[in-house]
């Protein structure tokens, strides 16, 4: 409960420094040079954007309490909490793609260089996780578009081309495994260098003498308690992958949350900007009390509340 107090503090104040910052951005959600000031001055009455700046805060605050981001500038009529709700499904379902191939290859990769210390094979891991960290994830996802998807015509160039396919969701596989790929790259790094360790430690060299197999030392036993920074690293990037990625959404044309931003920058929609961040803040920080919690069910011996 004092953590989750500490969730409502945080994000209260995720929601204020928005709100100000976002009011000092150059320029309005006016600025079309058919509009007169008077024009101008009526668009702003109407949105509540003619009242001093204390008494706007209060007002959105209140409308955020109640569950209302307020009404987009560009979007006449259209409720931020309903623009978003109908743009997140395409982000969260190429974030969870991303998320469940990058840790899962990402553990392979990371189990394999670990097992197979100073060989080729964690020589190539090795080289495969500076890429995965190095290469812009707009790098990546221009190369996949234009060799798997213009060169080879293997999968859709852009999102929801189905490329004589009945499969549904084939075009969500480039934007996935472009968004997959820092992930993996992060994922294989931690796991391998907590896993040489774990597997150098005085109970594993128990495990081994009791006669256990080789794979129950290493699921039961070495990965387990390996997984701890693994899953610290995966939180923020769960965070991230699930709210969508600007870059990526863009080459690939995916009407999701990061798309729906950088659009609302470009025409200065206010209401939109925040209320994208106040989503995004608020599922981050939902991640890290989840991560906390994950950190108890794998280790036992941390304990959450109390205590030295």
Same mark, same amino acid.
């Given at each position: 409960?004092?953590?989750?107090?500490?969730? $409502?503090?945080?994000?209260?104040?995720?929601?204020?420094? *928005? @709100?100000?910052?976002? =009011?000092? /951005?150059?320029?309005?959600?006016?600025?079309?040079?058919?509009?007169? !000031?008077?024009?101008?001055?009526?668009?702003?009455?109407?949105?509540?954007?003619?009242?001093? *700046?204390?008494? #706007?805060?209060?007002?959105?605050?209140?409308?955020?309490?109640?569950?209302?981001?307020?009404?987009? @500038?560009? #979007?006449?009529?259209?409720? *931020?909490?309903?623009?978003?709700?109908?743009?997140?499904?395409?982000?969260?379902?190429?974030?969870?793609?991303?998320?469940?191939?990058?840790? &899962? *290859?990402?553990?392979? /990769?990371?189990?394999?260089?670990?097992?197979? =210390?100073?060989s080729i094979w964690d020589y190539l891991c090795t080289i495969l996780c500076v890429l995965g960290v190095s290469v812009p994830s707009f790098v990546v996802a221009a190369t996949l578009q234009l060799y798997?998807?213009?060169?080879?015509?293997?999968?859709?160039?852009?999102?929801?081309?189905?490329?004589?396919?009945? $499969?549904?969701?084939?075009?969500?596989?480039?934007?996935?495994?472009?968004?997959?790929?820092?992930?993996?790259?992060? &994922?294989?790094?931690?796991? =391998?260098?907590?896993?040489?360790?774990?597997?150098?430690?005085?109970? +594993?060299?128990?495990?081994?003498?009791?006669?256990?197999?080789?794979?129950? &030392?290493?699921?039961?036993?070495a990965l387990r308690n390996a997984l701890i920074p693994v899953i610290t690293v995966l939180g923020p990037l769960a965070a991230g992958l699930l709210t969508g990625s600007l870059v990526v959404e863009k080459?690939? !044309?995916?009407?999701?949350?990061?798309?729906?931003?950088?659009?609302?920058?470009?025409?200065?929609? /206010?209401? +939109?900007?925040?209320?994208?961040? +106040?989503?995004?803040?608020? $599922?981050?920080?939902?991640?890290?009390?989840? %991560?906390?919690?994950?950190?108890? %069910?794998?280790?036992?011996?941390?304990?959450?509340?109390?205590?030295?």
């Amino acid at each position: 409960m004092k953590r989750i107090g500490y969730m $409502f503090i945080t994000l209260f104040i995720v929601i204020s420094v *928005v @709100f100000f910052l976002v =009011r000092l /951005l150059p320029g309005t959600p006016f600025n079309e040079e058919k509009l007169n !000031a008077e024009q101008i001055a009526q668009l702003q009455a109407q949105y509540g954007l003619d009242d001093p *700046v204390p008494v #706007q805060y209060v007002r959105y605050l209140t409308g955020v309490f109640q569950g209302k981001l307020g009404i987009s @500038f560009k #979007q006449a009529g259209q409720t *931020v909490e309903g623009i978003i709700k109908l743009r997140i499904g395409p982000s969260a379902m190429l974030g969870a793609q991303a998320l469940v191939l990058g840790s &899962v *290859v990402g553990l392979i /990769l990371g189990i394999v260089a670990a097992l197979n =210390r100073n060989s080729i094979w964690d020589y190539l891991c090795t080289i495969l996780c500076v890429l995965g960290v190095s290469v812009p994830s707009f790098v990546v996802a221009a190369t996949l578009q234009l060799y798997l998807g213009a060169k080879f015509s293997l999968f859709p160039i852009t999102w929801g081309v189905p490329l004589g396919s009945d $499969f549904r969701y084939i075009w969500t596989i480039l934007p996935s495994i472009a968004l997959s790929f820092f992930t993996i790259a992060n &994922v294989a790094r931690f796991t =391998r260098t907590e896993l040489v360790e774990v597997l150098n430690s005085e109970y +594993i060299i128990t495990a081994k003498a009791k006669g256990l197999s080789k794979a129950t &030392v290493i699921l039961k036993h070495a990965l387990r308690n390996a997984l701890i920074p693994v899953i610290t690293v995966l939180g923020p990037l769960a965070a991230g992958l699930l709210t969508g990625s600007l870059v990526v959404e863009k080459v690939f !044309a995916v009407p999701g949350i990061g798309d729906l931003l950088v659009n609302a920058i470009n025409t200065n929609d /206010l209401f +939109i900007i925040s209320g994208v961040a +106040i989503i995004y803040s608020a $599922f981050y920080i939902t991640v890290i009390l989840i %991560v906390d919690v994950l950190y108890g %069910v794998i280790d036992p011996r941390i304990r959450l509340a109390g205590g030295n």
